[in-house]
């Protein structure tokens, strides 16, 4: 009798496990922001493109990334893409989420700092080289400009505007901007603990019918 309850609790854990959905995870950073060195336009016919590497097989569900918008205003849509080449992939268009940083001055200008997040539908992907894109940013009714933060992290950033965004600002650096892609682990860890119950809940099944 014991050992049937043994086994019945088994089962019951590797349902629990089951029922628990995979959380996410960041699995590329391009850094924090950094909202001196500047930051590049992703509206009015301007689009914005980073590279990133993946080491492992993912799937991705969201990406963050910073913004500077004129003091008062605020982020409504930007289309994104994901693709093998710069500018490249299916472009989708969200409505983010903001989340208020802080307000700076730029010269003459005073700029609303907001890192933005959105989810993505399970996009899986190999391990490799990719590029994310930013454009058609816009604004509650108007045509203020939208920037996107420029960090300088490890990835190669490219606008429409300039091209090579690190050659432009001359920095010696690869210029690049404010962003991070999540994913679902894969395989998770729920996953590697729910065949290991799977396994032991079978040997003492297999035992209780011996």
């Known amino acids: 009798m ?4 043994l086994a019945v609790l088994f089962l019951g854990l ?23 060195v500047g930051a590049w336009t ?9 590279s990133f590497t993946l080491s492992q097989d993912a799937v991705i569900n969201g990406a963050t990334f910073d913004i500077w918008a ?16 710069q500018y490249g992939g ?9 989340t208020f940083v802080e307000t700076i001055a730029d010269g ?13 539908s399970d996009l899986s992907l190999a391990a490799g080289n990719y590029w994310f894109t930013l454009q058609n940013a816009t604004v509650p009714g108007g045509n203020d400009p939208i920037y996107w933060d420029e ?26 901007e404010t962003f991070t892609i999540t994913a679902t682990p894969e395989p998770s860890s729920f996953l590697l603990l729910g065949s290991g119950l799977m396994g032991l809940a079978f040997l003492i099944r297999r035992k209780l019918a011996a």
């Not at 992703?42 to 980073?50: A, E, L, P």
């Not at 299916?90 to 903001?98: F, L």
């Not at 950033?157 to 920095?171: K, L």
């Open 70 to 85: 004129p003091s008062g205003d605020t982020l409504t849509s930007v289309d994104w893409s994901i693709g093998t080449s």
């Open 90 to 98: 299916t472009t989708t268009t969200v409505d983010p989420t903001g």
């Open 151 to 176: 960090n300088d992290g490890p990835s190669v950033g490219y606008s429409t505007q300039v091209g090579s965004i690190g050659a432009y600002e001359g920095t010696g650096l690869s210029g690049s």
């Open 14 to 36: 590797l349902g629990v496990v089951a029922a628990v959905p995979a959380s996410a995870e960041t699995i590329y950073s391009n850094g924090p922001g950094n909202y001196g």
């Open 108 to 120: 003459y200008e005073i700029f609303d700092i907001y890192t933005e997040s959105f989810s993505i």
């Open 2 to 5: 014991k050992t049937t309850n």
């Open 42 to 50: 992703i509206n009015s016919g301007n689009s914005v493109t980073d």
